[in-house]
């Protein structure tokens, strides 16, 4: 059965400096998420990406933030200078295009710690 | 803006007993909603969901959630849990021509064998 890949795994690093957290979705689908959650925190929409632009975004999801799919399988979230604040989980999903079945397949996350 | 609210943080059963995990959004227009797992280790599955006709969804190990319009509710039910439902449960939502999704805090569910 197809499934979202991430990696890395886990993640540590420095604050202020950049991250780039890479997912591979599924390969027919189309539309694609960023959540997180913080421990012990629920899981937050980051961003949806569609037809090669973001197509909605939260508030958490700031300047700081980018999101890219630079060839036909990778999805990235690049965060530029991070913060301690940016620890968490980070998770991809992603759906096919077929509006009547909505179901977003989940990753398994890339935890960030940021020291 | 929409919210989701999940009523429990952490209920903790023996196995055989009933199980019901509250859920409850503010949106008020067409809505997706949607229950998914999170086994200890793993990362989200999907539990079961909801998008139209037969407000009584069953989804997958014996997992059902009966939509109620008028009370802007999904609450989760198994009849009779296992020590391997020990997990994390979170209830989301998604206007339907919106593509954020909305998720719950979560409830912790601890099973006792």
């Known amino acids: 059965e197809p499934e979202v890949t991430q990696t890395p795994s886990h993640q540590v690093t420095q604050m202020g400096q950049e991250v780039i957290l890479r997912c591979v979705p599924i390969?027919?689908?189309?539309?694609f998420y960023w959540y997180r959650q913080i421990l012990g925190q629920k899981v937050e929409f980051l961003v949806s990406?569609?037809?090669?632009?973001?197509?909605?975004k939260s508030e958490i999801f700031d300047d700081q933030f980018s999101v890219e799919r630079p060839d036909g399988s990778n999805f990235t979230l690049k965060i530029r200078s991070t913060k301690l604040e940016d620890s968490a989980m980070y998770f991809c999903?992603?759906?096919?295009?077929?509006?009547?079945?909505?179901?977003?397949?989940f990753g398994p996350g890339t935890r960030l710690t940021v020291l | 803006a929409q919210s989701v609210s999940q009523h429990n943080h952490h209920v903790i059963l023996s196995e055989a007993a009933s199980l019901e995990l509250g859920c409850n959004y503010s949106?008020?227009?067409?809505?997706?909603l949607f229950w998914y797992v999170q086994y200890p280790g793993q990362h989200l599955q999907l539990l079961l969901k909801?998008?139209?006709?037969?407000?009584l969804v069953k989804g997958i190990k014996g997992f059902e959630a009966e939509f109620i319009k008028s009370k802007f509710s999904f609450n989760l039910r198994k009849p009779s849990v296992q020590w391997s439902d020990t997990a994390e449960y979170f209830c989301?939502?998604?206007?339907?021509?919106?593509?954020?999704?909305?998720f719950g805090a979560g409830t912790r569910l601890t099973v006792k064998p």
């Open positions: 999903a992603s759906r096919d295009w077929d509006t009547s079945y909505n179901e977003q397949f």
């Open positions: 390969s027919n689908h189309l539309y």
């Open positions: 990406f569609y037809n090669n632009e973001i197509s909605e």
């Open positions: 949106y008020g227009g067409t809505v997706n």
């Open positions: 909801y998008f139209s006709g037969d407000p």
């Open positions: 989301a939502v998604k206007e339907y021509n919106n593509n954020d999704m909305r």
